[in-house]
């Protein structure tokens, strides 16, 4: 593939935007589809980065002008991609902790109009001793940084910004008005501040989607390194699939300059949609099948793809089971459903199915109950939902754990020991039967714990029964036999 680069000149543009985050995600999210846009002539604002933590990456992006390579890999719209590009929309990198002074100066400038974010779920939440002086929480930073934005420009409405939150949480931009609300009560500001919190700044909900993986191994990087012809420290990998879904009206791409036109940019006065498709069909498919993948031998998601038994499971689970029961307008389930399997098909990205199980059962509750709910809405009088079953039959057999000495509790399968990261491993490990006759009880007894599932999953007709016969079969014959056995539901 051709590298390419924006040789032109850079222009003179004004600092536009101030970003919370020097991560790879953004990098390949927020920064580079800034990129695309100041290269289009659609937009003529650059990114200031702030650094949350000591990572270096401020120091590595100024070292590097701000510049940094953009990989993307994968299939897309039928085709294979494998590009460089060259990002050019940073103009540089601040440490929160060192640079907090210059921080505040860029809230001073006339010419901001958009603060975006991603510090991690965990990020999203105040610090008890946080000073304004030298706040350390995000929400705290941001507090401070929009008081100061507040008081130098006495409150005017040019002082108007957008702030974009990025982080994996439902209503994140409610969520941190919020905070910083209280973080302003905390520190007893003044009551207008509050005020113009809640009426100058726009705190959006958002929704963002694409994979981002780690950099590939060394022998594959020294070839993508030969292909660019020098060596970039922030190289870094994306797919080609990009979804960024922004609750607002039509006016927020007049207000935000970069969002319109461009690919995988929504805005709409409700993102809930997009919301319940990414978490129902990518990550609770990904919940679901990662489970039978693993029985079955499999130690990526591409592996899982690229195996007849459990691919065609897969594609079933979403088309058949949890597809048509999503309460989202019926046109855009397939569609979205195609994206989903072309991503997971993915032959550049090594995505470890073991490292996905991580806090399974927790994701169980919030990706899986809620479709079964649906399910037995739409069709309550129907024959159970057979994948989803097998499912919930094999992350049982995964839960199905042992101590060793190292303290971590394992699953044994495939003459191989896995470990289980879950809260409720050791619930698991004391919980299954040391006979096989006591197992149909011991479904039982799970699926209606309504701690572990907000319902008792033993109300919904023939599930405990289905879990039950894909369990045993799991264990007397094996996960294909039990893969050949679900068939797909005669729905009416």
């Not at 397939?334 to 072309?342: C, E, N, R």
Request: glycine share 6%.
């Amino acid at each position: 593939m051709i590298f390419s680069s924006n040789n032109q000149e850079e222009r003179n543009v004004a600092e536009k935007i101030l970003q919370f985050g020097t991560g790879r995600f953004l990098r390949a999210f927020a920064d580079c589809l800034v990129d695309e846009a100041r290269k289009s002539r659609a937009y003529d604002g650059r990114i200031v980065m702030v650094a949350s933590t000591p990572s270096g990456r401020a120091e590595l992006l100024n070292d590097q002008k701000g510049r940094y390579t953009l990989w993307t890999r994968g299939r897309w719209k039928g085709e294979l991609i494998d590009e460089f590009h060259s990002v050019t929309s940073v103009s540089r990198a601040l440490s929160a902790s060192h640079h907090w002074d210059e921080v505040l100066a860029v809230a001073k400038s006339p010419h901001l109009e958009t603060i975006l974010s991603n510090t991690t779920e965990i990020g999203l939440s105040l610090q008890n001793n946080d000073l304004q002086s030298s706040p350390q929480s995000f929400p705290g930073r941001l507090c401070a940084l929009l008081y100061t934005r507040a008081e130098f420009f006495d409150y005017a409405n040019s002082s108007r910004v957008t702030v974009l939150p990025c982080e994996l949480i439902d209503n994140n931009g409610d969520l941190l008005r919020d905070l910083v609300i209280e973080q302003a009560q905390r520190w007893s500001l003044e009551a207008r501040f509050a005020d113009w919190l809640q009426h100058s700044i726009l705190f959006c909900n958002t929704l963002v989607d694409r994979i981002v993986p780690g950099l590939p191994g060394k022998t594959e990087l020294e070839v993508a390194y030969s292909r660019l012809g020098y060596k970039d420290e922030l190289l870094t990998v994306c797919e080609p699939y990009r979804l960024w879904a922004i609750q607002g009206d039509e006016t927020l791409h007049d207000k935000l300059g970069f969002s319109k036109g461009a690919d995988g940019v929504v805005i709409a006065p409700d993102i809930s949609p997009y919301r319940t498709r990414k978490i129902r069909l990518l990550n609770g498919g990904h919940t679901l099948s990662v489970p039978v993948g693993l029985l079955a031998g499999c130690e990526t998601v591409l592996d899982s793809m690229t195996h007849p038994a459990v691919s065609k499971f897969i594609e079933s689970l979403l088309r058949d089971e949890i597809g048509p029961v999503l309460p989202v307008d019926p046109a855009t389930v397939a569609p979205y459903i195609d994206k989903v399997l072309q991503r997971w098909q993915n032959p550049y990205m090594h995505h470890r199915l073991i490292d996905i199980t991580l806090q399974t059962t927790t994701k169980l509750r919030h990706r899986a109950v809620p479709t079964l709910v649906n399910y037995y809405e739409m069709y309550p009088a129907g024959p159970a939902p057979g994948h989803i079953a097998l499912g919930f039959a094999a992350w049982l057999r995964f839960m199905r754990g042992f101590s060793e000495s190292d303290g971590t509790i394992y699953s044994r399968f495939q003459d191989t020991l896995h470990p289980i990261h879950d809260d409720h491993a050791e619930q698991f490990r004391d919980w299954w039967p040391v006979e096989d006759r006591l197992i149909p009880g011991f479904v039982q007894e799970v699926l209606s714990d309504q701690s572990l599932w907000g319902i008792s999953l033993n109300d919904l007709p023939r599930f405990t029964g289905a879990v039950q016969t894909s369990l045993q079969m799991i264990l007397n014959h094996g996960i294909e036999a039990a893969l050949s056995g679900t068939q797909r539901p005669q729905l009416r």
